[in-house]
């Protein structure tokens, strides 16, 4: 499968699972942006300090800083990625279009995960980050609201978008992904 796919959902929707099982049975790039940032906060560089002093407020990293890193690694990959914490909002979206014409890679698919707000908070409390408690969360919750929905209509309207309940076992979350993708059965016992 060489399918170039975003995938969307709030924080603690499932998307890093998700993605992380999909690239690895189909041989796709992952990139997280939140890890991509998560490890220069891990090897202290004075990037790093600056992106952990925004993500301890609860807020955003740049879109230019994100737009770089997401450049540098798909102008070195060929074939089939997904996307997973990028874009976040309507001007990321614009500037990922171009960076993907640029790169002659246009998107093929948009999968949106949905999770109720409250089972978003208790998934987010459980993980145990210093960076993740309740007051840090709604906001980051409040943010995707206000600043990623509206990324929903720009890819449902050039027939991209794809809706996949992100409740259940992470199994039956996989499969609904792989059904979305046409690529697999609608075998719940089966990552695709």
């Known amino acids: 499968m060489s399918k170039r796919v975003v995938v969307l959902g709030p924080p603690g929707a499932g998307k890093g699972t998700q993605c992380a099982l999909l690239a690895a049975a189909r041989g796709l790039l992952h990139l997280s942006t ?27 990293v740049s879109d230019d ?53 409250e089972e978003l908070v208790a998934r987010l409390l459980s993980r145990g980050r210093s960076d993740d408690n309740e007051a840090v969360v709604r906001k980051r919750l409040q943010i995707y609201a206000r600043q990623t929905e509206p990324i929903n209509a720009r890819y449902q309207e050039r027939g991209l978008l794809q809706w996949v309940d992100g409740l259940g076992s992470v199994e039956e979350v996989a499969a609904r992904i792989c059904n979305s993708l046409d690529e697999c059965a609608p075998s719940e016992e089966t990552i695709c």
């Open 34 to 60: 939140g890890d991509l940032l998560r490890a220069e906060v891990a090897a202290e560089s004075s990037l790093g300090q600056q992106v952990k002093a925004v993500l301890e407020r609860g807020d955003l």
């Open 65 to 117: 800083l994100v737009l770089a890193i997401v450049r540098h690694r798909l102008s070195l990959h060929q074939g089939g990625w997904l996307l997973d914490g990028f874009p976040r909002n309507s001007p990321q979206a614009a500037m990922l279009d171009d960076l993907l014409a640029d790169l002659e890679q246009p998107l093929q698919i948009a999968l949106q995960l949905q999770v109720p707000e």
